[in-house]
């Protein structure tokens, strides 16, 4: 399986995402910069210029026509994918941490940090498709403050109008996007922060990364736990592979403490996991610094790393792992 190396940050990756043919590769930096790769050959197909701080986040629409970002500059932008230029901004009082688009595309949820007496909010936003992209309303559809911790992450539930969020604290809930009532709370999901939420692609499940060492598998409905991924270094991202049952957990020592150890303790490497046995089946190196972000492409035929190394790396998976047999004999009917 040998890297593709896209080199074109200077500073540290902050999310990395596909697009639903999983053609093209978007990744968003610390130096103010969304890059767009072609997956296949790794070549760069263009930036997204206009953020003047960390863009922390970024979402493809299923189409591939809008990207959204959120950045340290207190704005969301929605971008046209085909020409990068920006189509409408949306200013807050605090910085945007993480963006989504819902699965019809019709609307965008994001939230923004708790900070400078400003509390933590999360908003949704109807896109407008029709025309070019521009006319869109400045009005939030909705708005709300989480209670208790304050959010981090944020995605469209299982249903329209349910709302999922990872907290500081390792909660995760789900808020009903009308009223901002919490409908459904896992107060003990993860015991640190929650670094990372990933839905699959029917919405059915979800996977949270933490620092506290743990990935976790979670019912969208219920929120219950399904399984629990435990490794001995803080995660930041993961992962669901579609079409195996394989999870991907990428983590590492923070930044600050990772010239006190080696390479080798330092544990830079993407692990894949068996995501009903739970059990570790392989791992890949490769960054030279904690893995920020991971994303796997939905056509399963590659998944990419983005490090504070500011470096993205994608692997195309080799013939074995479409032939190898997750379940031993056992033959699983799709």
């Known amino acids: 399986m040998r890297p593709i190396l896209l080199q074109g940050h200077e500073r540290s990756l902050t999310q990395i ?3 639903r043919e999983g053609d093209l590769l978007f990744s968003a930096s610390k130096d103010h910069v969304i890059n767009v790769w072609f997956t296949d050959n790794g070549e760069r197909l263009g930036t997204y210029d206009g953020h003047n701080g960390t863009v922390w986040t970024i979402d493809v629409d299923s189409q591939s026509r809008f990207l959204v970002s959120g950045s340290a500059d207190n704005l969301m932008k929605l971008w046209s994918v085909q020409t990068g230029k920006c189509l409408f901004t949306w200013e807050f009082n605090t910085a945007v941490k993480r963006v ?15 900070r400078m007496g400003f509390q933590g909010a999360i908003w949704i936003f109807d896109i407008n498709r029709e025309g070019d992209g521009t006319q869109q309303s ?56 929650v670094t990372d939420l990933q839905l699959a692609s029917d919405r059915s499940y979800f996977i949270t990364s933490s620092k506290d060492k743990t990935a976790r598998l979670h019912d969208t409905r219920t929120l219950l736990v399904l399984k629990t991924y435990t490794t001995e270094t803080p995660l930041n991202s993961a992962a669901i592979a579609p079409g195996k049952p394989y999870v991907l957990l990428g983590g590492g020592q923070e930044a600050m403490s990772v010239t006190t150890t ?5 544990k830079f490497e993407t692990r894949f996991w068996h995501k009903l046995f739970e059990e ?23 998944y990419a790393s983005g490090g504070e190394d500011g470096f993205v790396r994608v692997h195309h998976f080799d013939e074995s792992y479409f032939k190898a047999r997750p379940y031993g004999d056992l033959e699983i009917e799709d």
């Open 17 to 19: 995402k596909f697009n």
């Open 100 to 114: 989504a688009f819902s699965e019809t595309d019709d609307q965008v949820v994001c939230v923004t940090e708790q």
């Open 138 to 193: 400045k009005e939030p559809a909705s708005m709300f403050h989480p209670v208790g911790s304050k959010a981090t992450l944020c995605a469209f539930a299982h249903t329209p109008g349910m709302i999922l969020t990872g907290h500081e604290s390792g909660k995760v809930a789900l808020f009903d996007a009308k009223t901002g009532e919490e409908v459904h709370t896992n107060e003990r999901a993860h015991l640190d922060v």
């Open 262 to 266: 080696s390479l080798r303790q330092g």
């Open 280 to 302: 570790e089946i392989g791992r890949v190196k490769g960054h030279f610094g904690p893995i920020n972000t991971i994303a796997v492409s939905p056509k399963g035929d590659c």
